[in-house]
């Protein structure tokens, strides 16, 4: 009884329902730009809240440069410190690499590494001063300082931990301190491995890097906005460069996922089109059928907009091959049994015969595929799954209810070239096998 109801409800309304599939296609496509698409997606853990409360979601960027450049990377540095929604800049230049005079030297080892500090005898903490400027002439091989020299603070300190200890031409009270004293040999030997490690992040054979600390969300606009401005600024002042970042490569993906995305599209519907259109030996066919359930692909991100919802890129791409490869067959099987009765029975009735023969196949496969995304959707702790199982299930719900609701009325609508195509080609098939056996005969 239902069939019967359904069948004359979908024969009254057939050319509605192409009304619909149109105007569904239209606003669909319209909206599925504006889905919000994530690129990357980050573990939840049960104290990020607590953690976020108290520490600024960091976003680091890198630049890298060739070494040769070294010299436009003060003029770099300050500008991209100089915008708004930068935190901080590290280079070698202004953290290994800064250049000190004897007070500052003796300033930053006494903040920096006061355990060596603290190693030094109290009789003799007065006299840093004049043990920092022997270790300045040892360093620079001068006899006498005239207040203006200034040393790398990398090159120095590792010269005083390290050459400096193996060279038997040296002989002060420094080296003497630090060989005759196994505990102070170890920290500076663990300061110095400490300094290789951090020139190694910053400094390469062949490129070195800036580091660049935000607290931009990841994949916001405003992210997006400062790596527009992070390239403008390296393009005026560096002539090779490269960024690395989350942002940066969000940034990347999302300048090209349309143009990826679409050239999916374009040719899963040309593959399927054809074997459709080979299978039904008609062009009407696999036109109708491609047209719905790309609309249900649309529909999906339509919802994902319109609810405020966002997929990750990889769940659209999956949700597009999904639906093409599998829902498809729900409209393939009610189209071939509407054919097929079609050619004992009048339009309506076909409806109801291939709502009959196609309803349980397809409510049974379609409540598997939906209820079985949905619940790993809803339950999976890990966010790609969830990303891309509830994308499954929103689409093929849409699929199937487009198969079941306005496929019928489609097909009635479009009824006599539908079957006008099965039977010319039944027609062309029978001359075919005539002229064959024709021939045989003859031979």
Not at 146 to 156: A, H, L, N, R, S
Not at 242 to 250: E, K, R, W
Not at 365 to 382: E, M, P, R, W
Request: net charge negative; proline share 2%; aromatic share 10%.
């Amino acid at each position: 009884m239902f069939t019967k109801k359904a069948a004359r409800l979908a024969d009254k309304l057939r050319f509605v329902s192409i009304f619909v599939l149109i105007a569904l296609l239209v606003v669909g496509f319209l909206l599925k730009d504006k889905a919000g698409i994530e690129y990357f997606l980050y573990p939840v853990y049960d104290d990020k809240e607590v953690i976020d409360s108290v520490f600024e979601e960091e976003n680091p960027f890198v630049v890298m440069y060739p070494n040769s450049a070294e010299d436009k990377v003060a003029v770099t540095a300050a500008a991209i410190a100089a915008d708004k929604d930068v935190v901080s800049v590290t280079t070698y230049a202004d953290t290994l690499g800064i250049m000190l005079g004897v007070d500052e030297a003796v300033e930053l080892i006494s903040t920096r590494f006061p355990d060596l500090i603290g190693s030094v005898p109290p009789s003799m903490s007065a006299q840093i001063t004049v043990i920092m400027q022997d270790l300045f002439k040892t360093y620079l091989g001068k006899e006498e300082l005239d207040g203006t020299e200034t040393v790398e603070m990398y090159g120095f300190v590792s010269y005083v931990l390290g050459d400096m200890l193996t060279d038997d031409s040296v002989n002060n009270i420094v080296k003497t301190m630090i060989l005759n004293d196994p505990e102070t040999k170890a920290q500076c030997e663990s300061v110095k491995a400490m300094l290789d490690a951090a020139k190694a992040q910053l400094v390469g054979e062949n490129y070195s890097r800036i580091m660049v600390a935000t607290t931009l969300q990841k994949e916001s606009d405003e992210a997006f906005a400062f790596v527009e401005r992070l390239d403008g600024i390296l393009k005026e002042n560096m002539g090779e460069y490269y960024i690395m970042g989350n942002s940066y490569l969000a940034y990347e993906m999302r300048a090209s996922y349309s143009d990826e995305v679409n050239l999916i599209t374009l040719i899963s519907i040309v593959l399927i089109f054809i074997v459709v259109a080979l299978t039904f030996k008609s062009l009407i066919i696999p036109t109708v059928l491609v047209a719905l359930i790309q609309c249900a692909v649309y529909l999906t991100l339509s919802f994902s907009y319109l609810a405020h919802l966002e997929f990750y890129y990889l769940a659209v791409i999956i949700v597009q091959a999904i639906l093409m490869g599998a829902t498809i067959d729900y409209a393939i099987l009610f189209t071939n049994n509407y054919r097929e009765k079609r050619k004992i029975l009048d339009r309506a009735d076909s409806l109801a015969a291939a709502y009959s023969n196609s309803m349980h196949t397809i409510l049974t496969s379609s409540s598997i595929l939906f209820f079985v995304t949905l619940i790993l959707g809803l339950t999976a702790k890990d966010p790609s799954m969830v990303q891309v199982c509830l994308a499954i299930a929103i689409g093929s719900f849409f699929a199937v209810a487009l198969c079941v609701i306005v496929l019928p009325g489609i097909l009635a609508a479009l009824d006599k070239p539908i079957c006008y195509s099965a039977k010319k080609w039944e027609e062309l098939s029978a001359k075919l096998k005539e002229k064959y056996y024709s021939r045989k005969s003859a031979e």
